[in-house]
């Protein structure tokens, strides 16, 4: 074993690449989440969106269509949760299995003749000046623009919640759908759009395993990262800035194992590689086990079907 | 303008008829999505949902019905408890590969003594091993309201990589001249799980989904217990002033959920499968979740949704070999089914009322 | 005077029921109009018309002389039209200013908003604080948060659903000021509730409804009271009969029962003691959101307290389930009757078999006996006069009277010992009403305790041998009802503990 192999600089720069699609995929679900609705079904838009961003970007050689394919298909995807859910009042965490099942099956239908391939190359940002800055430059001035995209995001939703009137109404439906109705705000329309937010982060967040970190494509290669994305939005107890942090946690455990993995530390590869779902469990058990915190953060109308009646 | 408009009761019309115009409307839908692939949209739905019954080579998928049927059946009957008193196990795949291990386990360290206790040993490992497994989402969920939903789903990955651990290091048949994958059970005559009538499917696990529709019917439509998860699932407050124990009830439905999978785990591992090997389990604990809602998690309901879903495998693989139809075409296919399940599932709470009155 | 809303001929119907029927009357500018009738005369869905959530089925409206329609809430506002809803419009875990700004077309930045929000509270007496969380809020605090975001809106018409449910009288006597003031600003005010002296007070004019007809318009003050009740009921009333208590021995007894809120937003008991006779009815009185969930919670079994805090015939309980409790005949049944009291989409038949398990003795060893639940049920039903196809009917198919009538039913023909009862005759017509009264009353006289928890005072003072109030989590000690002045009992629903220097 050669642990002196890691070396500190890259193992950041590969965290933030490691965190970027759990991060996009998290903070659309926070947004679902903060209108008052639980779609399970990440883990479905996201490999959704990771077939229709690589076929995409295949057929066009261009990357950023293929990111733009991705959110429109895991939009469109979420959309049927979104019908389902919203018009038709089916159970949440039913429809949003039913997501998750469907997409798996239609990304591999979808991908039966792209695998194998080598999609289009993004290029990295490569900030001339800042890049050359020892250390700091290759951790924080030399990622793809989509690294930089989702931490763009976590800021503007941080001010669209807290600093817009559109954020205002989002919550107030989240917390109280009843209310939001007698006061005239359209409960459905409101969460329709969250629900197509959340579908398109995922498909943005697929799209990045596909297009970048991977990148190829396989059957299934989304390997449980919905889910975990589903597990950040819970230990950032619905708060931008502390998804932001929980993704890019996530993401050092991910790259540390693999390095570690790749140093020949005595641990067969099996317990390393489970190692980052062990550590989401451990991490969901400690935040709610501190129970008032996170169960004041929680939406109150979380999951709850709305129907105005009379 | 279409609005929906909440019945006073129930309907059990619709309760009954809806599984049927789901799987009617999955079917139109399939075939576009079959016609879309470029394929004849009536010849694959016929070889999906006819051939295997009663098509030319009949014989031999009758009895794979049983075998694909028996897994989903005892895994989707110990979810629905569960569903019912909103207790969301989804990790049901994890348990069915931990139980699998486990029981494979006892069966290999007694090889190659034959004795007529190893078999049920092995059952009752399998079992205990889900039982286990499952345990953990249900005993941090009583103790620290962790969701039960993520914690089952998290551990199916972990279960996987035991799995794999497990074909490629400790299970390995040490006479297997490296190849990865247990020794196969079908040498084994002590520990296989063989057809008890030759050439029908009908092995143990199949026994025991029909012992377990049995029980669940007895429990949910007899006894209090059975009363008490429905109570749960529909009015949690009530249940808690109806003097229902919501831990135990969440431990009950993760534990015996979890024990019925690793149970169709080891019936499966030790027949079907003959070895422990890195892909032996095919997502049966995925196909499961919509087995239970397609029964409309009664358990009547389940044994013929896990039929149909064990036709739709079967017709799925002919489909493949005859028609090229792609295998995840199938898998869209099911997932398909269970979205218009739920869609149509509006009718029996809801009634439709066409017009222009606003129900605000 | 010229009339600021004409409303003609409106009305309503929902599958089943007509909610209001052909009904006009006039509303005038600066006047105060009370819109009175029982619980299910359609006043509800008549404020909701004119406040846009709903859509009359025909009829029309006019706002001073030009039609009037409003397509949703937020065109209601902009044509000068505001309302305070009855169960409050708001989000716990938003702020006040934000709760505010949530109700405006246009508001103002966060800042200037708080600032606005302060001034108009303090204008109209109603001191708010902008930053606080309206989870924190008393249930008068956050009906000042409703009203200041109707006023800063500067309506030509508040409509008030039952606005003093909630308060104790003192802070009746803060609205009432506040009212009077809008009123001398040329604000008209449609009132709505059903307690009569408070209208003959506050209103300029009424307008009764009756099962979605008008029966009258007419002037408050120079009505008497009973009339208007009868025109509100449409016959003479029952009144429950009452037999004096005589001192037996203790039933229940409470040692400083100390409980710690179970939700985010729910009350802590503090040091709550108190004992009731066989034979007598303990009526607790309060504000909503005082405790009265919580304490329902605790002496029913459903959340657990030290052993010792609650005894029954001098044995611990605290540490004992529902279950447990029934068994030694402590029977409860809790404000909420949709999937608290009783599971909405259960039949009567698994409603009875709920609570009745027990006493009724509906299965044996886990097994149960659906022929002996469903005689069980169906002898609730012909007792109570519950108004039901039959017992395999769903719970949330019967009117909130007869599913009152089924739960407290339920209850009672399981010969309780102890009952507990939160808000017995919330949301129920009059005549059922009083028949639960009744019942409650003869429970007692054949020697059971009963704890009766209610916001209805005048239902208290009608039944109580002696009465206490909750604030914020504490208990007063008790006193007995008979004589007890309207004033005292503010005093003591508003937190003074010691009588003795109310007296």
Redesign the interface.
Known sequence: MDLSSISPTLLIASLMVAATPILLAAIGELIVEKAGVLNLGVEGMMITGAICGFAIAVETGSPVIGFIAAAAGGALLSLIFGVLTQYLLSNQVATGLALTLFGLGLSSLMGQSYVGIKPPQTNKLDIPVLSDIPVLGPILFNHDIMVYFALALVVLVWLGLNRTRAGLVLRAVGENHDAAHALGYKVIRVRLLAIMFGGACAGLGGAYLSLIRVPQWTEGMTAGAGWIALAIVVFGAWRPFRVLLGAYLFGGVTVLQLNLQAAGLAIPVEYLSMSPYLITIAVLVVMSAKRGRTSLAAPASLGRIFHASQ | MIALEKRPTPSRFWTGITPFLAVLATMIAGGIMFAILGKDPFAAIRTIFWDPVFGEFAFYYRSQLLVKAGPLILIAIGLSLGFRAGVWNIGAEGQYIIGAICGAAVGLAFYPTESFLIFPAMVIAGGLGGFLWAMIPGILKVKFQTNEILVSLLLVYVAEAILASMALGALKNPDGAGFPGSRNFRSYPSAYNEDLIANTGMHWGVVFAFIAVIFAYILLSRHMLGFQIKLAGQAPRAARFGGVNPDRLILFCLGVSGMLAGLAGLFEVSGPAGQVSIDFNVGYGFTAIIVAFLGRLHPIGILLAGLLMALTYIGGELAQSNLGLPAAAIQAFQGMLLFFLLAVDVLTNYRLRFGNREVA | MNALLDLDGLTKA??GVV?NDDVSFSIQEGEVHALLGENGAGKS?LV?MIY????P?SGTMQLRGSSFAPP???AA?ASGVAMV?QH???????DVA?NI???MEN?PAMRELAARITEVSQNYGLPLDPSRLVGELSAGERQRVEIIRCLLQNPKLLIMDEPTSVLTPQEVEILFKTLETLKSEGTSILYISHKLEEIRRLCDSATILRLGKKVATCNPREETAKAMAEMMVGSTLHQPERKPHKTQEVALQLHDLTLPAQ??FGTTLKNISFSVQKGEILGIGGVAGNGQDELTAAL???ALSDAGAIEMHGKPIGQM???AR?EIGLL?A?E?RL????????SLI?NA???G??RKGL?RR???NWPKAKAFAENVIAEFDVRTPGPG??A??LSGGNLQKFVIGREILQAPEVLVINQPTWGVDAAAAADIRQALLDLAANGAALVVISQDLDELMEISDRFAALNEGRLTEPVPAFGLSVEQIGLMMGGAHDLEAVQ
Do not use: Q
């Open positions: 929902y599958p909610a869905t909701k846009g959530l709903v859509k089925d949703e809430p937020r506002r809803f409050f419009s708001l989000f716990e875990a938003l934000e700004a949530l109700g508001p939700s985010a029913s079994g459903e389930g529902p279950n029934r409860a809790p909420e999937g608290h009291a009783a599971a909405p989409d259960m698994e078999l709920l609570t398990d027990i299965s886990g097994f149960l009917n769903a949330r198919a």
